[in-house]
């Protein structure tokens, strides 16, 4: 058992036989070659298996934007460094709306997620999903369903939007959880008829839960209205860039002085309005 | 190298079918017990243990997680909910108790894939394998949890064969089953106990834990050994069983400390002079009338050759 790892490193010698017995061909210090030698063997190769694993986990946050996570699920990052991937959440889920991922699903094996246009998220009142999470990569600070952010529902083809032609679908409007809230329905002029109007619906990303239930009831073949992970589907304020009003109102009063009034300047020429006679 | 390809005849010849085959019968219905536990629900809505072999909830109240899916989960720095964490904390527990590997041999659902790829090499006589040291699976387990903390993603559980076939067979996502079938081509064609006795870092985890783990398997009348080397035949570790076995001549313990041992009692079944016996690691005791030197010395080197 000790054989091959001294010869594995005898000094070269042709008869290692006799290079073992030869005390000047001996390691002053077997133990500290042997753990080198180990370091060296066992290190590579854990280190070769690692650096494929890193790729891999890498290659694990591409998430198909049609893939939502469940509600309280943690941004992505995060959400895929506490989910261990036991099924508890879909187990708990009463409508089969989670399902774990599989290979070639999309999302990263094993973890949940939802199809909207399949089976929404029916926002049970209790929250079961969060609840069976043990590890927290559901926030168990969420106890009020529609605090949720499983994404934001954006009309994704105003071309084939029933409503956006003039007509009255308002589906998605009626089938929303917080109706009034998180879709509205903007009435505009319908300029291809001129006499009619146009019930635009619109969604208010702040109370959007992303449960899908809009997706999930357009009677388009393909639906007009999809959501979208937050992520992708809300972009975040430049921080450098302020609204004037909103800081007027902040200060209490206008941040700079009045714009200067400037006299009226033009030339004197006969006939414009003031100018003398 | 062991040419021992009939292990168990002479077992059975001496101590008859049942007690030449015992533990190979509990651990196969341990394995059953802790599958259907889990597929009782999905299959006949009878839920007792919700979610997979990484983290479970039975009956409501008994939380259990895998401890080697914590630490990466503690590596990739989110702090987890105390569900999780005390499930973790039970497992650990048990393990210190039961004998850390005896997850491997007992509950793992991909033994008996490896257990099989190990019967058809005894029995098609394929004896080549290649070279691996069974200290790999540390290094592989240091290397999931370094990755885990670099990436800050629960690396190992992207591709543990044992999670995914878990997941495969109670929750029905049948790519689940492709690393088990890798794993099982491996053993029987490379490598002999390739993956749970020399790369499985969950094994690793739990040899940590068999470190220090109460119940051991001892060989307690190592004196009636005959050399006829049927329990490294069997053994998928069997480096673990030399020291105790031929301790006579060191004065080394008869119990089988080494971590690696997965307490699958395979060594007990075949022994055809009931060598082995389970105990707990500080029961150093030799069987009645086994005077340490009685038996003929045999120089320990060829056993560990044949590890």
């Known amino acids: 058992m000790l054989l091959p790892g001294r010869l594995g490193l005898s000094t070269g010698n042709p008869n290692k036989r006799d290079a073992m017995t030869r005390p000047v061909d001996r390691p002053a210090n077997p133990q500290r070659r042997k753990a080198l030698q180990d370091l060296a063997r066992f290190g590579g190769g854990a280190a070769a298996c690692g650096v494929m694993l890193a790729a891999f986990a890498e290659q694990s946050r591409a998430r198909p934007a049609e893939a939502l996570r469940p509600p309280g699920a943690l941004p992505e990052k995060e959400f895929l460094s506490a989910c261990i991937r036991c099924g508890l959440c879909v187990r708990d889920c009463p409508y089969n709306t989670l399902k774990l991922a599989d290979w070639a699903d999309g999302p990263a094996l094993g973890t949940p997620y939802f199809h909207a246009r399949a089976v929404p998220c029916e926002m049970c009142d209790t929250v079961p999903c969060v609840k069976a999470c043990p590890t927290g990569a559901l926030d168990h600070s969420l106890v009020d369903i529609n605090k949720a952010k499983m994404g934001v529902a954006v009309i994704t083809s105003r071309e084939t939007c029933l409503n956006l032609q003039g007509l009255r679908c308002d589906v998605c409007y009626r089938v929303c959880p917080v109706i009034d809230k998180a879709i509205t329905l903007e009435r505009t002029h319908n300029t291809r008829t001129t006499k009619h109007a146009i019930f635009e619906p619109v969604v208010h990303a702040e109370f959007c839960t992303g449960c899908g239930k809009c997706e999930k009831s357009c009677v388009l073949t393909e639906a007009a209205i999809k959501v979208l992970p937050v992520e992708i589907a809300v972009a975040k304020q430049d921080a450098h860039y302020r609204r004037g009003w909103v800081e007027k109102d902040k200060a209490g009063g206008a941040l700079i002085d009045a714009p200067v009034k400037l006299d009226i300047r033009r030339p004197d020429l006969p006939g414009l309005p003031g100018a003398p006679k | ?307």
């Open chain 2, 1 to 307: 190298m062991s040419a021992n390809l009939t292990p168990y005849v002479e077992a059975r010849e001496k101590k008859g079918l049942w007690l030449s085959a015992r533990f190979a019968i509990l651990r196969r219905a341990s394995q059953f017990v802790f599958l259907a536990l889990f597929l009782s629900g999905p299959l006949f809505g009878l839920w007792i243990a919700k979610g997979t072999i990484a983290s479970s909830m039975t009956l409501g109240i008994l939380p259990l997680t895998d401890p080697f899916v914590m630490l990466q989960v503690l590596a990739t720095r989110h702090w987890p909910e105390m569900l999780s964490l005390l499930g973790g904390l039970i497992v650990l527990a048990a393990y210190l108790l039961l004998g850390g590997r005896s997850f491997c041999a007992w509950v793992c659902p991909l033994n008996p894939v490896a257990d099989f790829a190990a019967f058809l090499r005894r029995k098609l006589g394929i004896t080549q394998t290649a070279k691996l040291r069974p200290e790999f699976r540390n290094w592989i387990a240091v290397a999931a949890l370094v990755v885990s903390a670099a990436t800050g993603v629960v690396a190992w559980e992207l591709v543990n064969p044992i999670t995914a076939l878990h997941r495969a067979l109670v929750f029905g996502l049948w790519f689940g089953l492709v690393p088990a079938a890798a794993v099982f081509l491996f053993d029987l064609l490379v490598a002999k106990h390739g993956w749970c006795g020399h790369l499985c870092p969950v094994g690793a985890c739990y040899g940590a834990i068999g470190q220090v783990a109460v119940l051991r398997v001892s060989a307690t009348a190592r004196s009636a050994c005959d050399d006829c080397m049927d329990c490294f035949a069997v053994c998928p570790e069997p480096h673990v069983i030399g020291p105790a076995l031929r301790g006579e001549r060191t004065g080394a313990s008869p119990v089988i400390l080494n971590r690696d041992c997965t307490l699958c009692g395979a060594c007990i079944d075949v022994c055809p002079e009931a060598v082995f016996r389970f105990t707990t690691r500080f029961d150093h005791r030799l069987a009645d009338g086994a005077a340490p030197g009685t038996r003929k010395q045999t120089p320990p080197t060829s056993v560990a050759e044949a590890a």
